[in-house]
C-alpha cells in the first residue's frame, strides 16, 4: 500500500476516520520508526511539551493553533492520548501520522493509558468497537503503545516522563536497559514510570493511592536530579485546574493539556513552550468553543446513525429520553438523595461521563 | 527483600522514630484510636431510604442505630444491610424490564407496600457485621483478635455507656501502618511472604465480567462475602465488585445498574473515581504472589482497599489477602508471643 500521509493528516485534521486497513499500514510503518528509539530519547529545544489530552480531540486542535503546526513547531507529548474522550480514536491516529510524517519533530512518550489493561476500562476499546466494528483497530493501537519510547532528556538537563520516578531507579542508564516493548507490567520500574506521582508533603517514596507506582518526595527529586545532573523533572498525569503545577522549588511541574477535562472538570488546560536557551513559558489555554463540539447527545445521536441499536447502551431510559443532561432515568424531576449528581440534574451527572455513552 | 522493600522499611524505621522507649502495639487503648471522631448515628425509627443519605452525605460504610425510646444502641446499618434488604425484595417480585430504570426510593417504597420500613428493621439484616462494642481500655491485641475473626468494625464505649466512636479495621491498619517504627515487633512479619504467612493462594470467589451486576451481588449474599473478584474467560482478573459498590449505584439512582454487567459495573465506578480525584486508579488492586506481607499491608493502607486479590505472573487471581486475614495474622503474632 502507498500511503499518503498529507492525505491522512488532512482527512483527520477534518476528523474523519482512517480506514482500517490504513490503520494497520501506518502502526506497522510507525513500529518500525519507534522500534530504533531508545528508551531514553535526547532532543534539543525550542520544543512545546503536552500533557495528557485523553480523547478531547478540538482541544488538540486548539494545542495546534496556539503552539503552531507541524513541523513548524516541535512537539513532545507526554502520553495519555486515549481513554474518557469521545474522540480517542482520531486523537491518536492524528498523532501517529504526524510522527511517521515528522519523526525528527515530533516525540511521543507512553502514558499508563497507552496500555491494553487500562484502555479496556476506560473508553479506548469501546470507542474502537464502536466506531469500526470490531477491535482490530484497538489491537493494531495498543501493539503500537508497546514501542513507544519512556522517557525523553531536553538539552541534557530536563527529564520527561509521563508519571514520575521508580525506587528502582537512580540513573538513566538504568532506564535504558528496560526492555520495554510489551505491555505495561502491574509493577517494577516501567510500571512506576507511568504511574509515579509527586507528593510535595513527603521527603521520600510510598506506595501509590492509585494502585500501582508510587509517590516521590523532595529527597527524591534532588537526589535524582543531582545524579543525573539535571535541573527540572517534566511530568503529566496528574489534572491540575490551572493547567500546570511547579513543585519543589522549581524543581519539578507537571502540565496538563486536557481542559475541561471530561467536559465537565472546568479546568484549565496548558502546554510548556521551551525556548533555545531553555526558558520555560507555560501558555495556558481554556477549552476551545462550545460551537465548534457536538454535546456527548449529539455524539450519542451521530453512533446511534451508524445504525448502533440503542439497546445497545446499559442506560436503559436513552431511548430517546434525556437529551443532553440529565439522566436516562429521566431523573429530571425531585432528588430524593443529597448526595447524587453534584446537587444540579440539568448537568451531567458524577456517572454520565461522555465516555459513559460508549459503555 | 527487594529494593522496594527495603526502601520502604527504610522509611518506616526513620521516619519520626523519635520515641526510644519500645512499645508494645498490643497494650494501645481502643479509645486512643477514636479521639477525635466525630460519631455519625442514625435515628432507629427513620426510613432506610433515610439511612442510606446519612451514610451518603458523610462518606462513610456504616453507622450506628440509636433507639430514642430505648435509649440505646440497637445495631449498626451499612450497605451490607441495604443490599440484603434490596436484595429481599427483589427476590420476593420479578423485576419487568420497564421498572428496571426507576428510583431506587420508588423500589423500595413499592416492594413495602408504601408503608417505610424502619433502619432498625434492616439493620444487622446482613448477618454479617453484628453490632460489637468495646471499652475506651479495651487493648488493641483483643480488638485484633475480633477483626481476624471477620468482624469490621467496633464501637468504642465509655464507662457510662456512651459511644466515642468507631474503630474499624481500615483505620486500626492505618494507624499500625503510621506508626511502624514505634512497633519493632511488627517488623519481622512485614518482611515475611505471603506464602510464609499463608496468604498466597485461596479460594477465590468470582463472577464473569459478563454476568449482571445483581447476579453477582445475590451470590455474594449467598456466599457470605463481601466481594468477588470480576474475571475474563482466561480467568484473568479485571477488577472488583463489592457490597459497599452499592454505594455507587445508590449515589445516582441507577437502579438500572443492577442489571448491567460487572464489568460495566467496574468500568463506570473507575471513570467516576478518576474525575473525581483527578487521578486514574490502576484497573485492579492487587499483588503479585510474591510479594511481602508489608509490601500487601502498605498498598491497602495507601489505597484504602479491604483486600488484596494475589495474583501470579499471568495476572490470573490465585488467593485474596482482606483486612480480616490481615489481622489474623498480627493475631496470630500474640498468641506465639505468649
Request: with cysteine.
Amino acid at each position: 500500500m502507498v500511503l499518503d500521509l498529507d492525505a491522512c493528516i488532512e482527512s483527520l485534521f477534518q476528523r474523519q476516520l482512517l480506514a482500517e486497513s490504513v490503520i494497520k499500514e501506518i502502526c506497522e510503518k510507525t513500529k518500525e520508526l519507534l522500534m530504533t528509539e531508545s528508551n531514553v530519547v535526547h532532543i534539543k529545544a525550542p520544543v512545546t511539551v503536552v500533557g495528557d489530552i485523553h480523547g478531547q480531540f478540538y482541544d488538540l486542535l486548539e494545542i495546534f493553533k496556539i503552539g503552531g503546526y507541524c513541523p513548524d513547531t516541535n512537539y513532545l507529548f507526554l502520553g495519555d492520548y486515549v481513554d474518557r474522550g469521545l474522540y480517542s480514536v482520531e486523537t491518536i491516529s492524528i498523532l501517529t501520522c504526524l510522527k511517521l510524517r515528522y519523526p525528527e519533530r515530533v516525540q511521543l512518550v507512553r502514558g499508563n493509558h497507552e496500555s491494553r489493561a487500562v484502555t479496556s476500562t476506560y473508553g479506548f476499546y469501546t470507542e474502537c468497537m464502536k466506531k469500526y466494528g470490531t477491535s482490530d483497530v484497538w489491537h493494531y493501537f495498543t501493539d503500537l503503545f508497546d514501542y513507544l519510547t519512556l522517557s525523553v532528556v531536553i538539552d541534557n538537563m530536563i527529564f520527561c516522563v509521563h508519571g514520575g520516578l521508580s525506587p528502582s531507579i537512580h540513573t538513566i542508564d538504568q532506564i535504558k536497559v528496560i526492555d520495554r516493548f510489551k505491555e505495561i507490567p502491574h509493577e517494577g520500574p516501567m510500571a512506576d514510570l507511568v504511574w509515579s506521582d509527586p507528593d510535595p508533603g513527603r521527603e521520600e517514596f510510598a506506595v501509590s493511592p492509585r494502585g500501582a507506582g508510587y509517590t516521590f518526595g523532595s529527597m527524591v527529586v534532588e537526589k535524582f536530579l543531582h545524579e543525573n545532573r539535571m535541573d527540572h523533572i517534566l511530568r503529566a498525569h496528574q489534572l491540575c485546574m490551572e493547567g500546570f503545577q511547579v513543585l519543589f522549588d522549581d524543581q519539578l511541574s507537571t502540565v496538563w493539556s486536557a481542559p475541561n477535562y471530561c467536559y465537565r472538570c472546568g479546568n484549565l488546560a496548558s502546554i510548556l513552550e521551551i525556548g533555545v536557551e531553555g526558558e520555560r513559558h507555560f501558555n495556558v489555554f481554556e477549552a476551545a468553543p462550545e460551537n465548534e463540539r457536538p454535546t456527548p447527545a449529539e455524539a450519542q445521536r451521530a453512533l446511534f446513525s451508524n445504525g448502533v441499536p440503542a439497546g445497545l447502551f446499559s442506560n436503559g431510559g436513552s431511548n430517546g429520553a434525556g437529551v443532553g443532561g440529565g439522566g436516562p432515568n429521566g431523573s429530571n424531576g425531585a432528588m430524593t438523595f443529597a448526595g447524587g449528581a453534584n446537587g444540579s440534574n440539568g448537568g451531567i451527572d458524577a456517572t454520565q461521563d461522555a465516555i459513559h455513552y460508549f459503555l | 527483600m527487594s529494593i522496594t522493600d527495603r526502601v520502604l522499611l527504610n522509611n518506616h524505621l526513620r521516619h519520626e522514630g523519635l520515641t526510644t522507649v519500645s512499645h508494645d502495639w498490643t497494650m494501645v487503648k481502643a479509645g486512643s484510636l477514636v479521639e477525635k471522631q466525630t460519631l455519625v448515628t442514625i435515628d432507629a425509627d427513620a426510613t432506610v431510604e433515610d439511612a442510606c443519605e446519612v451514610l451518603l452525605k458523610n462518606g462513610i460504610t456504616s453507622a450506628p442505630v440509636y433507639d430514642n425510646s430505648k435509649k440505646m444502641y440497637v445495631g449498626m446499618f451499612d450497605y451490607g444491610d441495604l443490599m440484603t434488604y434490596i436484595l429481599l425484595l427483589l427476590k420476593k417480585m420479578d423485576v419487568a424490564l420497564e421498572d428496571q430504570s426507576m428510583e431506587m426510593r420508588d423500589l423500595i417504597q413499592r416492594t413495602s407496600r408504601s408503608q417505610n420500613v424502619p433502619v432498625k428493621l434492616a439493620s444487622d439484616l446482613s448477618g454479617k457485621d453484628p453490632f460489637c462494642t468495646v471499652l475506651e481500655e479495651t487493648r488493641l491485641g483483643a480488638v485484633v483478635h475480633d477483626f481476624g475473626t471477620g468482624i469490621h468494625r467496633v464501637a468504642v464505649m465509655d464507662a457510662g455507656g456512651n459511644m466515642k466512636g468507631i474503630l474499624s479495621q481500615s483505620s486500626t491498619l492505618d494507624y499500625l501502618m503510621r506508626h511502624l517504627s514505634e512497633y519493632p515487633q511488627l517488623q519481622p512479619v512485614m518482611q515475611k511472604s505471603l506464602q510464609q504467612c499463608g496468604l498466597s493462594n485461596g479460594r477465590v470467589l468470582s463472577v464473569n465480567g459478563d454476568e449482571k451486576v445483581l447476579d453477582a451481588l445475590i451470590s455474594m449474599s449467598t456466599n457470605s462475602v463481601s466481594s468477588l473478584a470480576v474475571l475474563d474467560d482466561q480467568g484473568v482478573l479485571l477488577g472488583n465488585i463489592s457490597m459497599t459498590d452499592i454505594k455507587h449505584i445508590m449515589k445516582n439512582l441507577r437502579t438500572s445498574w443492577l442489571w448491567i454487567t460487572c464489568f460495566q459495573l467496574v468500568c463506570k465506578i473507575r471513570l467516576s473515581q478518576g474525575v473525581e480525584s483527578g487521578e486514574d486508579q490502576y484497573p485492579v488492586l492487587d499483588v503479585n504472589a510474591k510479594s511481602t506481607f508489608g509490601y500487601t499491608l502498605s498498598k491497602l493502607q495507601a489505597t484504602k482497599a479491604h483486600r488484596m486479590w494475589v495474583v501470579n505472573d499471568s495476572g490470573c487471581a490465585v488467593g485474596v489477602v482482606s483486612l480480616t486475614d490481615v489481622f489474623r495474622v498480627l493475631s496470630g503474632l500474640i498468641d506465639t508471643d505468649d
